[in-house]
């Protein structure tokens, strides 16, 4: 078995595997010993993660964090005050998620790029303050170019982000300013900030990647597709996804300025946040139950650290940062937690803001709740997409991906296709299963079931393919369940035949 192979069969085995392999070192084993196992017991989403898998969460979080720290101890030596200090957080927080640093060409795009973005993130940010109106409309515009460029390939894709970013950090950071006793012009801060936000990320991530403490980068190079047609009445995904988020952010900025003038950001931000990376309207409704649900606790757990913690000393500045880290930790368990522990931090940043916490928390989640419900709304009326349809795709695409590890006509048969396609069908599940919890009474296809027989597969037939033998009655199997994918009905009991067929 070669090194990757060896890898990737690691990385998708089942859970309990990870307890005694995967640890580069004695320390990663003593670090994993020392994750309690309650959280596995009690904390929704760790008990299919092993020990391994929340050490490799717990590296990312740790060098992330450590690139926020190191580009916010620079923000305040160029610039003391909050609001250079909370952007230099945001942005390494965000270039770290959007992997814009993992090849040469990718950070040379964002050093590139990233100025000019700034420079007009920070026109936007003036218009915002000083003609709301008209910043609104180039806030919507310049956020549906950035989903609607996703259908040119995988450039495209990127300049999307990177498109993207500066304005998302807008909607939490609008209204604080650098502090007068910088020397640096105002119009430059920004841009510095993004470059060192830039250097420590990319450099951070490297050293990390050199101590084998963050895995290598894998980038397969594929053409760019070429654009897809499309009709005015059967827009590509991307094309509807972009025309969802203008819609929603549109009304979220007309709802805020008109119902909450002082307010509006978070009605915006929420907006964003349910609809953003739209996996289908079931995804969006779970995505903003959970947004909401995260809010909520962060609310109650903020107004109590308030009540006992000062606003404007070393000790608040701690408890920001610590509750950041655990965020980015347990982010991939749920959103709920990111939500959770974002909410407390900025709960307590707002005495930095000049704001009481007590006062602005039960405000800002009826913000919360009604962005939710403008995003839920135009995921599901606008343009749908279609959930059951996403995972229908994402099933024949893993199916093919299978047939092509197991084609004995196929000279190069390995494990990481299937791997990587079945974990976009994860992707799908928690959405599906929470549905499954709900309707399981009077809805008899349940497509969580397709996600669970799936998954059930996935054990063996990677074994399969790492021996190298390619079983007719398998391959026969695999057909049978791509023929199926046309009848949800007989979906579930192929899948249930090729996972018996796989363990025989």
């Given at each position: 078995m070669t090194e990757d192979s060896r890898r990737v069969v690691q990385a998708v085995?089942?859970?309990?595997?990870?307890?005694?392999?995967?640890?580069?070192?004695?320390?990663?084993?003593?670090?994993?010993?020392?994750?309690?196992?309650?959280?596995?017991?009690?904390?929704?989403?760790?008990?299919?993660?092993?020990?391994?898998?929340?050490?490799?969460?717990?590296?990312e979080a740790s060098v992330?964090?450590?690139?926020?720290?190191?580009?916010?101890?620079?923000?305040?030596?160029?610039?003391?005050?909050?609001?250079?200090?909370?952007?230099?957080?945001?942005?390494?927080?965000?270039?770290s998620r959007s992997h814009l640093d993992r090849d040469l060409r990718g950070r040379i795009e964002a050093a590139v790029v990233l100025p000019v973005i700034g420079l007009v993130?920070?026109?936007?940010?003036?218009?915002?303050?000083?003609?709301?109106?008209?910043?609104?409309?180039?806030?919507?515009?310049?956020?549906?170019?950035?989903?609607?460029?996703?259908?040119?390939?995988?450039?495209?894709?990127?300049?999307?982000?990177?498109i993207a970013l500066p304005f998302v950090v807008l909607l939490t950071t609008p209204h604080i300013q650098a502090a007068p006793a910088s020397s640096i012009p105002t119009l430059l801060i920004p841009i510095l900030i993004a470059l060192l936000a830039l250097l420590w990320v990319s450099v951070l991530h490297a050293l990390a990647r050199c101590m084998r403490l963050l895995p290598p980068v894998r980038v397969a190079e594929r053409p760019a597709p070429a654009p897809a047609r499309e009709s005015s009445m059967h827009p590509i995904a991307s094309t509807r996804m972009a025309i969802q988020m203008a819609v929603a952010l549109a009304t979220s900025f007309v709802v805020g300025y008109v119902f909450f003038t002082e307010r509006w950001a978070w009605i915006v931000l929420t907006a964003f946040i349910v609809i953003s990376g739209n996996r289908g309207r079931l995804?969006?409704?779970?995505?903003?139950?959970?947004?909401?649900?995260?809010?909520?606790?962060?609310?109650?757990?903020?107004?109590?650290?308030?009540?006992?913690?000062?606003?404007?000393?070393?000790?608040?500045?701690?408890?920001?940062?610590?509750?950041?880290?655990?965020?980015?930790?347990?982010?991939?368990?749920?959103?709920?937690?990111?939500?959770?522990?974002?909410?407390?931090?900025?709960?307590?940043?707002?005495?930095?803001?000049?704001?009481?916490?007590?006062?602005?928390?039960?405000?800002?989640?009826?913000?919360?709740?009604?962005?939710?419900?403008?995003?839920?709304?135009?995921?599901?009326?606008?343009?749908?997409?279609?959930?059951?349809?996403?995972?229908?795709?994402?099933?024949?695409?893993?199916?093919?991906?299978?047939?092509?590890?197991?084609?004995?006509?196929?000279?190069?048969?390995?494990?990481?296709?299937?791997?990587?396609?079945?974990?976009?069908?994860?992707?799908?599940?928690?959405?599906?299963?929470?549905?499954?919890?709900?309707?399981?009474?009077f809805q008899v296809v349940q497509p969580a079931?397709?996600?669970?027989?799936?998954?059930?597969?996935?054990?063996?037939?990677?074994?399969?393919?790492?021996k190298g033998e390619t079983p007719g009655g398998v391959r026969r199997t695999i057909g049978a369940a791509r023929k199926s994918m046309r009848d949800p009905v007989e979906l579930l009991p192929a899948l249930q035949d090729l996972h018996r067929a796989l363990t025989e």
């Open positions: 085995e089942e859970p309990r595997k990870h307890e005694t392999v995967g640890f580069d070192s004695l320390a990663d084993l003593i670090v994993a010993r020392m994750i309690p196992a309650v959280l596995t017991r009690h904390v929704p989403g760790m008990a299919a993660w092993s020990a391994a898998t929340l050490l490799r969460a717990l590296r992330t964090m450590l690139a926020a720290i190191a580009t916010l101890l620079c923000a305040l030596a160029i610039a003391p005050g909050p609001g250079p200090a909370v952007l230099a957080v945001v942005l390494c927080l965000s270039l993130a920070v026109g936007v940010g003036m218009l915002l303050l000083r003609a709301p109106w008209l910043g609104a409309c180039v806030f919507v515009t310049g956020m549906f170019v950035s989903i609607w460029l996703r259908r040119f390939g995988p450039m495209a894709r990127r300049a999307g982000s990177l995804d969006v409704a779970y995505k903003s139950v959970l947004r909401v649900l995260g809010a909520a606790a962060g609310t109650v757990v903020a107004l109590t650290l308030t009540l006992h913690v000062g606003s404007h000393d070393m000790t608040t500045v701690v408890l920001i940062l610590a509750a950041i880290f655990i965020g980015l930790w347990l982010r991939p368990l749920g959103y709920a937690w990111w939500a959770l522990f974002v909410t407390i931090a900025l709960a307590l940043l707002q005495g930095f803001a000049g704001s009481s916490a007590p006062r602005i928390l039960w405000p800002r989640l009826e913000e919360i709740v009604i962005g939710a419900i403008i995003g839920v709304i135009s995921a599901w009326f606008v343009l749908p997409v279609r959930s059951t349809a996403v995972l229908r795709r994402r099933l024949a695409d893993a199916l093919a991906a299978l047939a092509d590890s197991l084609d004995p006509a196929n000279p190069v048969r390995t494990p990481a296709g299937f791997a990587a396609a079945v974990a976009e069908v994860e992707q799908l599940a928690p959405a599906f299963r929470a549905s499954r919890l709900v309707t399981r009474r079931d397709w996600v669970d027989a799936l998954m059930a597969c996935r054990a063996p037939a990677l074994a399969l393919i790492e």
